[in-house]
Nanobody, 115 residues
Framework: QVQLVESGGGLVQAGGSLRLSCAASGSIFRVAVMGWYRQAPGKQRELAAAITPGGSTNFADSVKGRFTISRDNAKNTVYLQMNSLKPEDTAVYYC?????????WGRGTQVTVSS
């Protein structure tokens, strides 16, 4: 059974920073594309950032230059560093492990950016 547990969300003022962490249990971490998705109220869930097992990254245009994603395979953990946060970044952020045929989701962590 794979479990993904997010942490690090909270309330921050515009321009501030937060770092999200996602700890994965199980043996899939090293072969999974790990991603951070977000869902704002009334909107569809969207990909914010993703990182392959080899370290290649992909970012939504809206977060490029402000967010970075990294992974520590020894700790089975993926991180999302969010800088220069904007009110429109307010959302529930979900960790995702993508094994192509199977996807796993965390329960999410709330990020609220005040103006």
């Amino acid at each position: 059974q794979v479990q993904l547990v997010e942490s690090g969300g909270g309330l921050v003022q515009a321009g501030g920073s937060l770092r999200l962490s996602c700890a994965a249990s199980g043996s899939i971490f090293r072969v999974a594309v790990m991603g951070w998705y977000r869902q704002a109220p009334g909107k569809q869930r969207e990909l914010a950032a993703a990182i392959t097992p080899g370290g290649s990254t992909n970012f939504a245009d809206s977060v490029k230059g402000r967010f970075t994603i990294s992974r520590d395979n020894a700790k089975n953990t993926v991180y999302l560093q969010m800088n220069s946060l904007k009110p429109e970044d307010t959302a529930v952020y979900y960790c995702n492990a993508d094994l192509i045929r199977t996807k796993y989701w965390g329960r999410g962590t709330q990020v609220t950016v005040s103006s």
